[in-house]
């Protein structure tokens, strides 16, 4: 599997946007980028996904680099309940829903009120 | 929240006792997984099933068995649990119909083996 390579911490203030970068330089073209948050305590629960262009829902934006071969989560407001770790992983479209998701360790998000 | 319950939340057991894990969805999703997650590491996966009696290893299956008789529910068993297997355990379900392939986690159990 390709390897992603995040910040190990990074802190926002409340109710500021927060831009968590991921880089993904061995993306190959059948690649999924997935991110995925878990909060202290509880199992990860998936935020977004995309594969070549920007992306949002209710939870956050994905921008993804013209070649791929990065990536940035953006949290337009942070809210303290955002504190979690956040973790960029790569997932191969062409195997299905029955692979593994590969996590690394993440961004340890703190949010500041 | 997607409906994943695991059973027991918390467990204190002695090396070499058996330890059965339980993890029950209402989902009807096909697939689940059993992932372990330890201090400096991610989640890894031990054991998945994509459908009843369908089972395959994942990356560190070593010392651990699982078992799907039914579809809303994934078995993971150490048959003879060792202080290396006190970790924090995720059950997680999927269905090959979503677009997302979105995996859903449940709350996890914390195992400890002295």
């Known amino acids: 599997d390709a390897k992603t390579t995040q910040p190990n911490s990074m802190e926002s203030n409340e109710e500021e946007p927060v831009h968590l970068p991921c880089n993904h330089s061995?993306?190959?073209?059948?690649?999924?980028i997935h991110w995925y948050r878990q909060l202290p305590s509880q199992g990860p629960e998936y935020v977004i996904h995309g594969l070549t262009s920007n992306v949002n829902n209710r939870m956050a934006s994905l921008a993804i680099a013209e070649d791929r071969k990065s990536s940035t989560l953006i949290l337009h407001r942070a809210t303290l309940r955002d504190a979690a770790v956040y973790y960029c992983?790569?997932?191969?479209?062409?195997?299905?829903?029955?692979?593994?998701?590969?996590f690394g360790s993440g961004t340890q998000l703190t949010v500041l009120p | 929240d997607a409906g994943i319950t695991q059973s027991p939340r918390h467990k204190v057991t002695e090396t070499g006792t058996p330890v059965t894990l339980r993890c029950h969805q209402t989902?009807?999703?096909?697939?689940m997984y059993w992932y372990r997650q330890d201090p400096g590491h991610g989640l890894r996966l031990i054991h998945y099933?994509?459908?009843?009696?369908?089972?395959d290893k994942g990356e560190v299956s070593d010392g651990y068995s699982v078992s799907r008789s039914k579809t809303e529910d994934f078995l993971l068993t150490l048959e003879s649990a060792t202080s290396s297997q006190t970790s924090v355990y995720f059950c997680a379900i999927s269905d090959p119909g979503q677009v997302s392939y979105e995996q859903y986690f449940g709350p996890g159990t914390r195992l400890t083996v002295t």
């Open positions: 099933s994509y459908g009843v009696k369908d089972t």
């Open positions: 992983i790569l997932r191969d479209r062409s195997s299905g829903s029955a692979r593994q998701l590969t």
């Open positions: 989902e009807n999703h096909r697939y």
């Open positions: 061995t993306i190959s073209g059948t690649d999924y």
